[in-house]
């Protein structure tokens, strides 16, 4: 008897690996043959993908931008890698993947398709109010996720939010929907690190984005700071192509006044090792930050703001902290409640770790959408 074989779709090799390798592995560990379909695959990003028991497919996908000619060429490409490959099931996630690889997987003849949206980003974020043209991607990402997801058989969405948003839109029927926590984090390679109160260390890692609150944290960290000098701001991510991320020039004045410390884009490990409160100021429609999660499992306290997915990951009082978007004394507020009671790191550092243990482990996570999709 021949094993059934099973497609994962993303718009990057790194993500693939980065958020999808626990779930690569267990549909693998229940006798499924895995192509991992990504468009920027290296010699690295192969082998690792190897490593996992997966097959690596390069396809043609454009991450970012709008280019309906290149973009139905590659609908009909991946089709055709589709038809070839003869999986089963398929699960896209990210929008394009989401969207295209839904679309692409109905034509190849695929007869379960499965789509699962991490936050719904920039096309449908505050800024999508701001132009014209930020106006039209938003319209037209709803139209085409409309006529995706119509094509799935379900839908994952990572917090309440984002699926009630996409049935108050008309996009997808709420009967499709299947929350699940997040990505969820590895409880194994994630530990709890032990707190660290002095000096008292405040760490931001993500993407360079306007919208991540990197602006807000900066801002903070420069009142923080005249008030109590020995207090450390850390900023991990690297520059982003998108229309909202922070430039250089600021990052690196930032640096030059002495507020900040960036090391770039680095491993967040060792960084987070250092820290005493981890903090997320954003407003991106994310979908459960992972970054938050991580810092969860390794027993951080949190700052972080109370938009859609964020707020998910923070009891107030009792693990962390919620704030409101773009409430850059609010935050400043919340910083100062740990530097004035450095014990808080301590006992919402350990129910950080207990609230990743309730929610947020990858396994369970993972067991809700294989058993789901009838794996």
């Known amino acids: 008897m021949s094993r059934k074989s099973f497609a994962i779709i993303g718009n990057q090799a790194f993500s693939l690996l980065n958020f999808r390798s626990p779930l690569i592995r267990d549909i693998i560990s229940r006798g499924y043959d895995v192509y991992a379909l990504a468009p920027d695959f290296d010699v690295a990003t192969t082998e690792q993908v190897r490593q996992l028991g997966a097959v690596p497919v ?18 009909v490409k991946l089709a055709r890698v589709l038809a070839r490959l003869r999986p089963e099931t398929v699960l896209s ?18 007869p379960h398709r499965y789509a699962l949206i991490a936050g719904l980003g920039y096309a449908f974020g505050d800024s999508t109010r701001s132009t014209f043209k930020a106006k039209l991607l938003h319209y037209l990402a709803r139209a085409l996720y409309k006529l995706s997801l119509s094509q799935a058989q379900r839908v994952f969405m990572q917090n309440p939010d984002d699926a009630a948003d996409f049935v108050r839109m008309g996009i997808v029927d709420g009967g499709k929907i299947q929350e699940v926590n997040g990505t969820g984090v590895d409880l194994l390679t994630w530990p709890v690190l032990p707190p660290v109160d002095q000096p008292m260390t ?26 109590f000098p020995q207090t ?12 909202n991320g922070v430039g250089r020039a600021g990052v690196e004045r930032w640096v030059a006044e002495g507020i900040l410390e960036w090391p770039g884009h680095v491993d967040v490990r060792p960084w987070l090792r250092q820290a005493s409160v981890y903090v997320l100021p954003s407003y991106y429609r994310e979908g459960i930050p992972r970054s938050i999660q991580e810092a969860l499992a390794s027993g951080r306290p949190v700052i972080t703001t109370s938009a859609p997915g964020c707020r998910e990951t923070v009891v107030e009082g009792v693990n962390g902290l919620l704030v409101p978007v773009r409430d850059v004394d609010a935050l400043v507020g919340a910083m100062l409640t740990f530097v004035q009671r450095p014990e808080l790191v301590h006992s919402m550092g ?13 396994r369970e996570i993972n067991r809700t959408m294989i058993s789901s999709m009838g794996l």
């Open 58 to 75: 390069s396809i043609s996908l454009s991450r970012t931008g709008l280019n309906p000619v290149r973009d139905l060429r590659d609908v």
């Open 93 to 110: 996630f990210s929008i394009k993947p989401v969207i295209y690889g839904t679309l692409s997987a109905r034509f190849a003849g695929v």
């Open 202 to 227: 405040f760490l931001l890692a993500a993407r360079l984005l306007a919208e991540k609150g990197i602006v807000e944290y900066a801002e903070a960290a420069r009142i923080v700071k005249a008030k």
């Open 350 to 362: 350990r129910a950080s770790r207990m609230l990743a243990e309730e929610k947020f482990d990858v």
């Open 232 to 243: 450390r701001f850390i900023l991990l991510g690297g520059l982003d192509s998108n229309p």
